[in-house]
């Protein structure tokens, strides 16, 4: 009988902790799960941390330079970087952002055939 006792007691003991155990992991879901992400825009803007974008600029065959559209995000932009995006036949000769924004890419000589890029832009904070 004393076998019986302790083991009943022990189960007991389990289930108790047990169940303190799961009620101290629901707590913590709970708590996460309440948590509020930041939106980026307002934490990027608070920080003044400047935001980057892509354009898509292509460049047509026989022309030797092609232009995004106008984009007023973009107006005092700074141009980080450029990948080509398929076939690029000519070297780039510069690559200006417009008074609108728009994007325009400049080759060396006109396109073979069409010509893509990715532009990467710093986004002004002014």
């Known amino acids: 009988m004393v076998e019986i006792e302790s083991y009943t007691k022990l ?4 289930g108790r902790i047990t ?7 629901k707590k913590i879901e709970d708590a996460v799960n309440n ?4 939106n980026l825009s307002e934490l990027l803007e608070e920080y003044n941390i400047p935001e980057i974008k892509t354009v898509e600029v292509n460049v047509n065959t026989g022309n030797a ?7 007023e995000d973009l107006i005092n932009a700074t141009i980080i970087g450029v990948v ?3 076939n690029q036949d000519q070297f780039i000769k510069e690559i200006l ?3 609108e924004g728009q994007i325009t890419v400049s080759l060396l ?3 073979t055939a069409q010509n893509k890029f990715i532009v ?3 986004k002004s904070r002014e």
């Open 11 to 14: 189960r007991r003991a389990k």
């Open 65 to 71: 330079n092609g232009s995004s559209s106008a984009d």
């Open 97 to 99: 952002v417009g008074e």
């Open 35 to 38: 948590i509020e992400s930041p």
């Open 120 to 122: 990467s832009i710093l």
């Open 84 to 86: 080509a995006n398929g």
């Open 109 to 111: 000589e006109s396109a």
């Open 19 to 25: 169940k303190g155990l799961y009620n101290q992991i």
